[in-house]
């Protein structure tokens, strides 16, 4: 059989196979599905960090110097993100993706975001300035964060790992992280009003966040910031 | 340890550590690399193949449809890259990253996006409309670059843990993430000056025509190649 003819074959098995769906109260792995169309169903939060002008960074400095960059900010992404109790759902080059569900999912996304913000600021950027004393690189990154109903489902692509999270929340989380690194994190409406108002209002009253209009997709209404919320 | 001098120790390490670099001869997989700073350097071909319009389609079509869309573009992107020698690196959501090393690496990455285009057109939209009898028409684009590449562990997870860091990684990304329908392939000028003849013109018709992005000459085509019998 011919590349073509097994295409087409698993091609039109795919539109034609009925869906089997479940909902789901943990984030499913791939040995949780089977392969043809079965689904999780999951409420649930979605977190997208990336790192700004990572372009710039590898045309502009050495391999090894950009490696340390993306090494240090994906580590702490990822520590932080399970320690908000997040799971690491994709992983890609320079940005992650990482999936809350259960209680408290939009504040502990949202926090995972600001306290991302923090170790950049606080820790990744004095420790790459303390050991390369002539470096003038500065990490900048972006986080997006959304919540929805997500329909996940195994791609068959590969063995690990090859999950398709299929959803407003995927999309839109993804596409706030590529917003101007002028501000570190963007959350949707939705997520503003279901997280605790700790992370709303600081100890000394101040708003932390600002409601603009997403002015390069559909002028909804998100909510940005620049504040961060310190690693213990 | 507190998270905060956990996270402060491993940066510091991060950034203090030599690097051991060795030239790699096939594509590395996670494995293949220690922890710590060890790094594969490889001449490579990177090929990013990225749906185009897919917050249009999840915000207006129901899940189940919108999941057999990604499940059949990645599926035959996935075949033909794999029929052409090239090595899936890396799967996020809506698009699939893959490297192809070697003598021919241009030539086969670019007729791999060709081909795409080709399985989009002539496999998964007449299914589609087979199907539902629907309208709607999946578009997708495949963005090629070449240079070399510094290949390290992240330690993040496990597996498909490692991070390509090289201008033919961030700008086939980039690439393939320009709406420019019905051209689906679009490759840098150090991709077209390598590949061979067999992928640049048909007939003696140039299948390419340049464009300016960001201050560079890069190719694009709206041909398609098609995939074998």
Redesign the interface.
């Known amino acids: 059989m ?7 074959k ?3 098995a ?3 196979a009925k ?1 089997d ?1 479940r909902d789901g109260n943990v984030v499913p792995d791939d040995d949780s599905l089977t392969l043809g ?1 079965d ?1 999780v ?1 999951l409420k649930a939060t979605v977190l997208y960090a990336d790192l700004a002008d ?2 710039k960074l ?2 502009g400095h050495a ?2 110097f ?3 960059i ?3 900010f ?7 993100i399970r ?1 908000e109790e997040g799971d ?1 759902t ?8 990482a999936v809350y569900i259960g209680d408290l999912k939009n504040t502990r996304a949202v926090r995972s975001a600001m306290k991302i913000q923090f ?1 950049v600021s606080n ?2 950027n004095p ?2 300035q303390g ?2 004393t002539k470096s003038n690189f500065t990490m900048k990154h972006v986080v997006g964060v959304d919540t929805s ?1 997500l ?1 996940v ?1 195994k ?4 063995g ?3 999950l ?5 929340a ?3 989380a ?2 706030l992280s590529s917003l101007p690194d002028s501000c570190a994190t963007y959350i949707t409406k939705e997520v503003y009003a279901a997280m605790v108002d700790d992370l709303k209002i600081s100890h000394d009253s101040r708003a932390m966040w600002e409601a603009v209009r997403w002015n390069t997709f559909d002028d909804r209404i998100i909510y940005r910031s620049n504040w961060w919320w ?3 | 340890m ?3 001098d ?3 120790s ?3 390490t ?3 550590s030599q ?1 051991t ?1 060795r030239d790699g001869e096939v594509v590395p997989d996670t494995p293949d690399i220690k922890l710590g ?1 060890e ?1 594969v ?1 490889l001449d490579a071909t990177v090929l990013y193949a990225d749906i185009d319009g ?2 249009s389609m ?2 207006s079509k129901a ?2 449809f ?3 869309v ?3 573009y ?3 992107a ?3 890259i794999k ?1 052409e020698g090239g090595v ?1 690196t ?8 893959a490297v192809f090393i070697g003598n021919s690496k241009n030539t086969s990455a670019v007729r791999c996006g060709l081909k795409i285009k080709s ?1 989009v057109l ?3 939209n007449p ?2 409309k ?3 009898d629907s309208d709607f028409e999946l578009q997708q684009v495949v963005g090629v670059d070449t240079s ?3 290949v ?6 496990g ?3 490692l ?5 033919a ?3 086939a ?2 690439l393939s993430s320009i709406s420019e329908q019905p051209y689906a392939t679009f490759i840098s000028s150090a991709v077209y000056e390598n590949m061979n003849m067999s992928v640049k013109k048909t007939n003696g018709t140039d299948m390419w025509e340049t464009r300016k992005w960001r201050g560079k000459t890069v190719y694009r085509s709206s041909w398609y190649w ?4």
């Not at chain 2, 390290?152 to 997870?157: E, L, V």
């Not at chain 2, 098609?226 to 019998?229: L, T």
């Open positions: 011919g590349l073509k003819e097994e295409l087409e698993h091609v039109s795919v539109y034609k869906w769906e169309n689904a169903k990572s372009t590898v045309d391999a090894f950009a490696a340390e993306y090494k240090t994906l580590h702490c992404a990822a520590k932080i320690d690491i994709a992983y890609d080059g320079d940005r992650i993706m170790a820790i990744i420790a790459q050991i390369y109903e329909f489902a791609t068959g692509v590969r690990a790992n090859d398709v999270w299929v959803g407003r995927a999309n839109y993804a596409k310190r690693v213990s | 507190g998270l905060a956990d996270l402060t491993e940066v510091k991060i950034f203090r690097w670099v700073n790094g350097t897919s917050t999840v915000d899940a189940q919108a999941a057999e990604y499940k059949t990645l599926l035959c996935a075949r033909i029929s899936i890396a799967y996020d959501g809506d698009r699939v990253m399985a002539e496999i998964i299914a589609i087979q199907q539902y070399n590449l510094l390290a562990r992240t330690g993040i997870r597996s498909n843990d991070v390509w860091v090289g201008s990684a961030n700008h990304a980039k098609h995939v074998p019998n």
